[in-house]
């Protein structure tokens, strides 16, 4: 996991050395990407597909897991989120070759292992929203950045009712098909 962290940030900071060739999203676009990063929750990896309906709107398919440890036995969620993207050919700030927002809905699953107890598992339904910089390495390359937040609740099997809200930080990289 560490060797994985390690490249992501490499190609994160080396990023706008690498290409001035310009970011281009549009209407048929279709963009594969694999990230790494840090939430409330945790550690978390993932993936995620976007589709572009336009040169700004897109529906983006994301999947991340987030684990962690506790005194008390391990944590795990993992949101599918289905969230649409605006997408602006001017970072906010400066920042980056692009920006894009997003919003949407995400579907979870919940698993809490107690140290000493019956494993318990839930889902729910969050809602979340974004922000997201692209740095461009080349014509189909991209490093990117981003800020998700979630709330909603989820129901475990015992059915108790979890209400949830958590941020996540991550780094990927995106590949254009």
């Known amino acids: 996991m560490k060797k994985i962290v390690t490249v992501l940030l490499?190609?994160?900071?080396?990023?706008?050395?690498?290409?001035?060739?310009?970011?281009?999203?549009?209407?048929?676009?279709m963009v594969i990407g694999g990230n790494?990063?840090?939430?409330?929750?945790?550690?978390?990896?993932?993936?995620?597909?976007?589709?572009?309906?336009?040169?700004?709107?897109?529906?983006?398919?994301?999947?991340?897991?987030?684990?962690?440890?506790?005194?008390?036995?391990?944590?795990?969620?993992?949101?599918?989120?289905?969230w649409a993207t605006y997408h602006n050919e001017k970072p906010f700030g400066g920042f980056g070759d692009a920006s894009y927002y997003m919003g949407g809905v995400s579907i979870a699953s919940l698993s809490f292992e107690p140290a000493n107890g019956k494993e318990s598992k839930g889902t729910g339904t969050l809602f979340g929203f974004?922000?997201?910089?692209?740095?461009?390495?080349?014509?189909?390359?991209?490093?990117?950045?981003?800020?998700?937040?979630?709330?909603?609740?989820l129901e475990d099997d015992a059915n108790n009712k979890l209400i949830i809200s958590w941020y996540s930080a991550y780094a990927g990289v995106t590949f254009s098909l």
């Open 10 to 29: 490499v190609l994160f900071l080396s990023s706008p050395l690498l290409g001035q060739n310009g970011y281009s999203f549009g209407s048929g676009s």
């Open 36 to 82: 790494a990063g840090i939430s409330a929750l945790g550690f978390g990896f993932g993936g995620s597909f976007e589709f572009g309906f336009s040169k700004t709107w897109g529906i983006q398919a994301n999947y991340n897991i987030n684990s962690y440890d506790v005194a008390g036995g391990k944590w795990s969620i993992a949101p599918l989120d289905l």
């Open 130 to 153: 974004g922000y997201g910089t692209i740095f461009n390495m080349s014509s189909n390359l991209n490093a990117y950045v981003e800020l998700r937040y979630r709330l909603g609740s």
